[in-house]
Structure formats: C-alpha cells, structure tokens
C-alpha cells in the first residue's frame, strides 16, 4: 500500500491505497502547515496521518509519495523528504509538485491540459514525450490570476474603490471579515483567508449581483489566458478542470466551460474529475516497478 499526500496551499489530504484498489482511506486536514515555511510541522502531520490511517486498515505502507505546492524547489524537497525520514528511515519517500501528481491524476500517459484553481492557479499540459509545460502556480505574490486568492483580493479592492456598487458582495463578507475593515484583510488577511472569501463571491454572482459577475468572468478569462500560454500549436487536446474554484456548480467554472467549448480548436473540454492521490498512487507504483 501507498501513502499518497496532496499539500496544497489551503489544506493538506492524505490516503492510502494503491493504483489498483484505489483509494481506501484519506483524511483532509486545513489549514495546512507549508513545504516551504513550515516542513517540520508538515512531515510530523503526514506522519500522523500515515500512522493512524494504516492502523485502522491494517495495512503496512510500502512507500510515500507526497506532492506538495513549492516543492519546485529542491531544497523544499529536501527539507521534507529529510523530515519524512526521521521517522520511516527506510521507508521510500519520493516528494514532488503538487501540480505533478494532479496532472498524473488526469494524464497518466496521453497528452492533455489541466486547468486548476484552488488558492492558487495554474495551467499545465502534458507532452506526447511524457514532459510537462506549466504556466502559472507561482504563489499570490507573483501572480495566480484567476485563483481565489485573486478573486478575493480583487473583489476586497473593488469593494474599497465603489463601496455604492459594491454594497452588497461587502455585505456577504461580513462574517469572513471578522470585525475587520476590507483595507484590514487587504493588508493583514492571508492568503488562506482571503482566498476563503471567492467563495462567497461566486455566491452572490450566482445570485445576480452584477459587480460579482464581473469579478467571476474576470476570472475565468485569466485562467482561459493561462492555458493559451501553454503554446498548443493548434492541437486539439483534452482539456481537465480542478481545483476548488472550478469545483462543480462554480459560476467560475461555468464561464471557462463556455469559453473552452468556444476555442474548440485548441481545447476539447472534458468532465474528468481530478483526485491529486490517483496521481500520487500512479507515480509510487511505476517508481516501485
């Protein structure tokens, strides 16, 4: 059995299984201690997890196959695999991108786009070589249009700029808010917190207020503009969408739907449902080969 780890920006999941039983037991917890700030915190969480997950299965894990947001960088990857290895010192533990093991999830073989938006954002394809071209999946201060952290970030500044207009999506806020101003979380809020308010955001369009509207067409338009970046050379390839933001019933997910159906020539939408652990369970097994 694998233990597969999807740590993400906003919280953390953790199952075992493997690629033929799938999925027999996850837990997700948030918020999430980061790869990169906080690798100890992290490891001791997966660990944890790990532990009582195999305990009431009573399973042995064989390996560990984590993907989590900033292990892009190879000291983040060392960090927490050194971590992971305090405790299961001969057990093997392979830590990659949480952007790689989504892609796997969808593409474990064939070319494709994922499109994803949770906290932050990202548009990557698979290549007929088996390589990956990403744009985006930068973190929010070096971009994520179209993300919920940017829906919410924007929403807060245009609430700031016409309040008047802006009245009612101020009004939803309230309780994210928590006794603050919207100048308070602009400047104080984190990214977990403000990213929290997108969803309230695609409430209020979806109940018609035309400022939220905006905001949520806004962003399916970035993340349509990501994915053009990827450079498809007029190829028609299978087109996934994931992450919270683009979760089912998402007014954001709704519009780039549309849009995608529109350049149909480049982007063939597809309704697959991205699950991160398949695509962990997917690297650990042809890396147990």
């Known amino acids: 059995m694998f233990l597969g780890v999807d740590a993400g920006g906003s919280h953390v999941e953790c199952g ?3 690629q033929h039983s799938g999925i027999l037991a996850r837990k997700t917890y948030s918020p999430a201690p980061g790869a990169a700030s906080n690798p100890r915190d ?5 660990i944890s997890a790990g532990l009582e997950l195999q305990t009431g299965l009573q399973v042995k894990i064989k390996r560990v196959l984590i993907g989590a947001a900033g292990a892009g960088n190879p000291e983040v990857r060392t960090s927490l695999k050194r971590e992971i290895r305090r405790h299961w010192p001969a057990l093997p533990v392979t830590v990659t991108t949480d952007i790689e093991i989504a892609l796997e999830s969808c593409f474990p073989a064939d070319q494709g786009i994922l499109i994803a938006s949770g906290t932050g ?4 394809r698979r290549n007929a070589d088996g390589t990956s071209t990403r744009v985006g999946g930068q973190g929010p201060s070096s971009g994520d249009e179209g993300s ?8 807060l500044v245009k609430s700031k700029e016409d309040w008047y207009h802006s009245a009612t999506m101020v009004e939803a806020f ?3 808010l928590d006794g603050r101003t ?3 979380m602009i400047e104080d809020g984190t990214p977990a917190e403000v990213a929290a308010l997108a969803r309230t955001v695609c409430n209020v369009a979806l109940a018609g207020d035309q400022v939220a509207i905006g905001l949520v ?6 993340l349509l503009s990501l994915a053009a970046e990827l450079g498809i050379d007029g190829q028609q390839l299978p087109t996934v969408l994931g992450g919270g933001l683009l979760s089912p019933g998402s007014p954001v997910r709704a519009n780039l739907v549309n849009w995608l159906r529109a350049a149909s020539q480049h982007f063939v939408y597809t309704d697959t449902s991205v699950d991160p652990l398949l695509g962990a369970f997917s690297i650990a097994s042809k890396q147990a080969d």
């Open 217 to 222: 067409e806004d962003a399916a338009q970035e």
């Open 42 to 46: 992290l490891a001791e969480l997966i």
């Open 174 to 176: 309230k309780i994210q």
């Open 182 to 184: 919207v100048t308070e």
């Open 148 to 155: 919920a952290y940017d829906l919410g970030k924007t929403a």
């Open 16 to 18: 075992i299984g493997d």
């Open 121 to 124: 954002s990202f548009a990557v």
